[in-house]
């Protein structure tokens, strides 16, 4: 499978100019072919295809004086410009369709310097290459200091410059992972766990274990609101109100990176240590329209649930989401009987058929590896539910007879 590897990057004074341009320029091809696109469609005329897009925006701008600066990065950096254009609208037509999956995607619209994230993208054509001194060394640029946090595992055929809203620069490449040599970094595992996900507690797995939720955002909330208040009092344009800016990014990206080194740690043991994994299907955009919508953002379900997901499919393992629907707090995990829905305060309760006292999270857990089918009995087989034959009243046509039939 595919990962993508994030590092790290230091680049000089020149060196940031050098990206500042990169990045402008790529930024107008794809304005102009979105532009171009445009304007095709309000003239009644077909999208003008890729190789004339090239030729116009790219061979024929340079000619001119209005564009000539665009000779000044590498020909590459344009045309993969012209690329995420091309992809962009192929995503919105799927979308229209109903080709693709997920979230309904609008149309392109024109990037700003303005946005919070800046990228590049040099693929094997532009000759870059990783130095024997270990610096990245890119097209019209030059080599530009990177904090390898980790070795590559294969050679890639790509690098992805990106600078975020807090400044910093990293460089993203496209690995190819071995299967083979992820099956043996990964130690064999026949157990198997439940996951329920909540506020009080992060995580509550099936064997009791919890895991408390370091609240990042909460506790930085301190911080970020003098930073925000500082940033209001600054005139719009001003030099002063750039700063401000950047010192809040720096904030909101702190605790980002905090969150993100957090879902990794638990997700990577889980991983490691079972065979099997199952969570539950939260309605997380449902959760995030209530008043404990800073509280579900602050956890990052989704991000977590995404981990657990390509790791197990990365290393082997199996990882199951049952449907969001499932009554897991409301039945008993001994006897298995619906004791009715219980309000959020309601932490431990007693089952009143079999007298075993639950804490409400613990018994979500279970009940969740229960309904994936990963519980045992103390015979060791699978609690699956077998298959309910119909009743009559069920089957046939209704208006008429059908004779005898055995249940």
């Not at 992820?182 to 507690?201: C, E, F, K, Q």
């Not at 301190?222 to 500082?230: A, E, R, T, V």
């Not at 390509?310 to 995990?333: H, L, M, N, W």
């Not at 539910?385 to 005898?404: F, M, Q, V, W």
């Amino acid at each position: 499978m595919q990962l993508r590897y994030v590092f790290r990057m230091y680049p000089e004074p020149g060196q940031r100019g050098a990206l500042a341009r990169a990045f402008g320029c790529a930024r107008v091809v794809f304005n102009d072919a979105v532009r171009a696109r445009r304007d095709a469609r309000a003239a009644g005329k077909r999208y003008p295809t890729s190789a004339v897009l090239s030729k116009t925006l790219i061979t024929q701008a340079k000619a001119r004086a209005e564009r000539a600066w665009l000779a000044e990065v590498s020909q590459v950096v344009l045309q993969q410009a012209l690329r995420d254009a091309d992809a962009a609208y192929a995503n919105f037509f799927a979308s229209l369709k109903g080709e693709r999956a997920g979230a309904r995607v609008g149309e392109p619209r024109f990037r700003s310097r303005r946005d919070a994230r800046q990228a590049v993208r040099f693929t094997a054509n532009a000759r870059w290459k990783i130095t024997e001194g270990g610096r990245l060394l890119l097209p019209k640029i030059g080599e530009v200091v990177v904090k390898w946090s980790r070795a590559l595992p294969s050679t890639p055929s790509s690098v992805t410059v990106v600078k975020d809203a807090a400044g910093r620069y990293f460089a993203s490449f496209v690995i190819e992972t071995d299967p083979e040599a992820d099956a043996a970094a990964m130690p064999d595992a026949t157990r198997s766990v439940g996951i329920d996900l909540g506020l009080t507690h992060f995580a509550v797995l099936s064997d009791g274990t919890k895991i408390d939720s370091p609240r990042f955002l909460r506790r930085a909330e301190k911080k970020l609101k003098k930073n925000q208040k500082n940033l209001a009092r600054k005139r719009k344009g001003s030099k002063n109100r750039e700063k401000a800016r950047v010192k809040v990014a720096r904030a909101h990206a702190k605790v980002a990176d905090a969150r993100r080194e957090f879902h990794h740690q638990p997700s990577t043991k889980l991983i490691r240590e079972n065979q099997a994994v199952a969570v539950e299907d939260l309605a997380v955009k449902g959760l995030a329209r209530t008043r404990m919508a800073k509280s579900v953002h602050d956890a990052g379900w989704s991000q977590f649930t995404a981990a657990l997901a390509y790791k197990a499919e990365r290393y082997g393992r199996t990882f199951i989401k049952i449907d969001r629907f499932e009554p897991t707090s409301q039945v008993c995990s001994t006897c298995g009987h619906h004791d009715g829905p219980k309000t959020l305060h309601v932490r431990e309760w007693t089952c009143t058929a079999c007298q075993t006292v639950h804490d409400r999270d613990v018994n979500a857990a279970k009940n969740v590896k229960r309904a994936a089918g990963l519980a045992v009995t103390a015979c060791g087989a699978r609690v699956r539910p077998g298959l309910i034959p119909a009743r009559c009243e069920e089957t046939g046509s209704h208006g008429i007879p059908t004779g005898n039939c055995a249940a």
